[in-house]
């Protein structure tokens, strides 16, 4: 007896406890994370028609389009009907993109969705991760030849994950950051810095803690922007060189009145401009930023919530953000966040037009709905007092006891019902 006994509970020794909330815990995270990825994309119609979407969630196909090919993305519905049973890549959200499915690309697949696609979309973007690769290491995710614990981290810019300690800054220790951009971007984007010495959060790592340097004020103009997206100006340059040859001609002597005319001429000219470019730069926060001072190295940074509204909207900024392609960062709906935040709020939308309750409810008449919520808050009542007798006594609820209250629930039924007295009149 004592050794079936020993034998019973053995088992149940070996089994990791874990309690009703913990449960319902971890399984109220894995909803809200499945929410916040596919909740903003519809499940059950190709995207295709929408055009370039401003945000959603897509995929890769490695059976259909692997490494060595082109690049192509698939959204949510064609996962699923397309492209079941196919090795796909989860690229979690990707902006402004059309689904790719059926098109050129795909050699034997047809979009079951739509038959005829166009054979590219020309604005799509890709990178390394249409083909399961990601960071500055190019290695896949999950890596299973890396076991070095760590966090992936999507930046904001480019959208390609990375790995925390491979973007030259510490991830921030009890900060909250809203968004990253990586080192590459912020070297593409570097007019971002002058922003990033205010705002955001810089950590150097232990290979990359140098001192950092002071950006220069350099009273760039923001009108022209070069490959590497640093704010350039020839004009001042080139004004600076009228402005000695003049000087110089001032320091010949005079030969006749036009001449020292057209020269102070030139000056008042050359006065006029830059009075000019000092009332534009004087509403342009980037410039009012940059005479501030500020830092730049070869990092990421960390940015906190709603960092986007304080960039600047003046002409000459508008324009650089066009020239380096990143005007989104002015739409406060292409963040993440507020894809999620409407994922959520679809999600809860449409829980609470197809709570089963309520269907139930609105199917049934006046007697029949009184009766059944009776018997729904009665279930509730008996589930909340048999459970909280395990609460109380520390005991684990096994699948027996859920599976024990259930017959014993109905049992009452049975005898409520049997005891019940018919009259006719």
Same mark, same amino acid.
């Given at each position: 007896?004592?050794?079936?006994? $020993? ?9 990791? #406890? ?20 596919? /909740? ?9 028609? $929408? !055009? ?11 059976? +259909?389009?692997? &490494? ?9 519905? =064609?996962?699923?009907? +397309?492209?079941?049973?196919? $090795? ?64 992936? #981290? ?27 951009? +990586? ?18 959060? #810089? ?20 009108? *022209? ?9 020839? @004009?001042? &340059? !080139? ?18 009145? @036009? ?82 935040? @409407? ?10 037009? =197809?709570?089963?309750?309520? *269907? ?34 520390? &005991?684990?609820? *096994? ?12 049992? &009452? ?5 049997? /005891? ?6």
């Amino acid at each position: 007896m004592a050794a079936n006994e $020993e034998t019973h509970k053995r088992p149940l020794a070996e089994d990791p #406890i874990v309690s009703l909330a913990e449960v319902l815990e971890e399984n109220e995270l894995l909803e809200n994370a499945a929410c916040a990825v596919l /909740g903003g994309s519809d499940s059950d119609k190709c995207s295709y028609s $929408e !055009g370039y979407v401003k945000r959603q969630a897509l995929y890769a196909c490695n059976t +259909c389009t692997p &490494k060595g090919g082109q690049p192509a993305g698939i959204c949510l519905a =064609c996962s699923y009907k +397309c492209h079941e049973g196919h $090795e796909l890549f989860e690229l979690y959200t990707k902006r402004n993109f059309r689904c790719d499915c059926g098109n050129s690309k795909f050699s034997d697949l047809q979009c079951k969705f739509f038959s005829e696609k166009e054979k590219t979309n020309c604005t799509n973007k890709y990178n390394d991760n249409f083909f399961g690769l990601y960071c500055t290491c190019k290695r896949p995710y999950p890596d299973p030849e890396d076991e070095t614990p760590d966090e992936m #981290i999507q930046c904001v810019v480019c959208e390609d994950w990375f790995h925390g300690r491979h973007l030259g800054a510490v991830l921030p220790d009890n900060v909250e950051y809203q968004e990253m951009v +990586c080192q590459s971007c912020m070297k593409r984007c570097s007019f971002l810095w002058a922003y990033a010495s205010h705002w955001s959060v #810089i950590k150097a790592d232990a290979d990359n803690s140098g001192p950092l340097p002071k950006m220069e004020d350099d009273n760039v103009d923001v009108c *022209t922007v070069q490959e590497n997206g640093d704010s350039h100006n020839q @004009k001042p &340059k !080139g004004r600076a060189m009228k402005n000695e040859e003049t000087g110089a001609k001032h320091s010949e002597p005079s030969t006749s009145c @036009k001449a020292e005319k057209s020269e102070a001429a030139n000056g008042d000219e050359a006065s006029c401009s830059v009075e000019e470019d000092a009332a534009k730069n004087a509403g342009c926060k980037l410039q009012q930023l940059k005479k501030r001072g500020g830092i730049q190295r070869e990092c990421a940074t960390y940015w906190p919530l709603n960092w986007r509204n304080g960039l600047c909207t003046c002409t000459s900024c508008m324009n650089l953000y066009k020239e380096l392609e990143i005007s989104f960062l002015l739409d406060e709906f292409d963040t993440v966040l507020a894809y999620e935040n @409407k994922g959520k709020s679809d999600e809860e939308t449409d829980s609470e037009r =197809c709570d089963p309750l309520m *269907t139930a409810l609105s199917n049934m008449n006046r007697i029949q709905q009184v009766e059944l919520i009776y018997e729904y808050n009665d279930l509730k009542s008996e589930l909340k007092d048999y459970l909280k007798r395990f609460a109380d006594e520390g &005991k684990v609820v *096994t699948s027996e006891d859920i599976q024990q209250f259930f017959e014993e629930l109905q049992s &009452k039924k049975r005898r409520r019902v049997d /005891g019940m007295q018919y009259f006719c009149s």
